[in-house]
């Protein structure tokens, strides 16, 4: 099975810090995600990236970088953390191709870091 | 991106199929439908997809109307483990946006 892994469950940081929300997954897939989760917001797509060194702004990308210096490694960074930045963060990873030749699955979702800024 | 619409919330008695719906009505003819399924305290998971025949699965059927304006998610025999929130998505290249989905309860 495809697993997607990030580096802590829950998290607790102060405002300004830096951090760093990292996510591994094992089945070479191409495209990586990260998402946060908020109640009645539903999942927003802050950045992605299809490839190594690639990345894509989503939907509301102000307040994070990312990182992919490794295809198994997509890292999400808050550079000043601040309280509105208290979320659920969920990375996911997949295999869709621009060639659109279909893979027979869909992506994979870790089970996501609680992020709680102070 | 094209939207989906769901009803915000459905109830299903335990070992009855559920039948839940999802409208695309913008759907272009390279979008892929997904479903995708998020339990309490865990991220999303992958159900089903399918571009315009109906297909199946080990978790799931999809049905997909001819004019690709409307899907539907069926659950051929719900246990209490399917409560979840279901999400109809559709997928083209590599993105994928998320609608607020359907909470599904499912009463014993």
């Known amino acids: 099975d495809v697993k997607v892994t990030q580096s802590s469950r829950y998290l607790v940081k102060r405002t300004g810090e830096k951090v760093f929300l990292e996510c591994v997954q094992d089945?070479?897939?191409?495209?990586m995600f990260w998402y946060r989760q908020d109640p009645g917001l539903g999942l927003r797509l802050i950045y992605f990236?299809?490839?190594?060194?690639?990345?894509e702004k989503g939907d509301i990308p102000e307040g994070y970088s990312v990182s992919r210096e490794k295809k198994e490694r997509f890292s999400l960074i808050l550079e000043s953390a601040s309280t509105n930045q208290t979320s659920m963060y969920l990375c996911?990873?997949?295999?869709?191709?621009?060639?659109?030749?279909?893979?027979?699955?869909?992506?994979?979702f870790g089970s996501g870091t609680r992020l709680t800024v102070v | 991106d094209a939207k989906t619409t769901q009803p915000n919330s459905m109830e299903s008695n335990e070992e009855e199929p559920v039948h839940l719906p999802c409208n695309h009505s913008?759907?272009?003819?390279?979008?892929?439908i997904h479903w995708y399924r998020q339990l309490p305290s865990q991220g999303p998971e992958y159900v089903i997809h399918?571009?315009?025949s109906n297909v199946n699965n080990r978790m799931a059927s999809l049905a997909i109307a001819e004019d690709r304006k409307s899907s539907t998610l069926i659950l051929h025999r719900a246990t209490l483990r399917d409560a979840a929130v279901y999400y109809c998505?559709?997928?083209?290249?590599?993105?994928?946006?998320f609608g607020p989905g359907t909470r599904l309860s499912v009463l014993p």
């Open positions: 913008t759907i272009s003819g390279t979008d892929y």
């Open positions: 996911a990873s997949g295999c869709w191709p621009r060639d659109r030749v279909v893979p027979n699955y869909g992506y994979t």
């Open positions: 990236s299809y490839d190594v060194k690639m990345k």
């Open positions: 089945m070479d897939h191409e495209n």
């Open positions: 399918g571009l315009t």
């Open positions: 998505i559709l997928v083209y290249g590599q993105n994928f946006v």
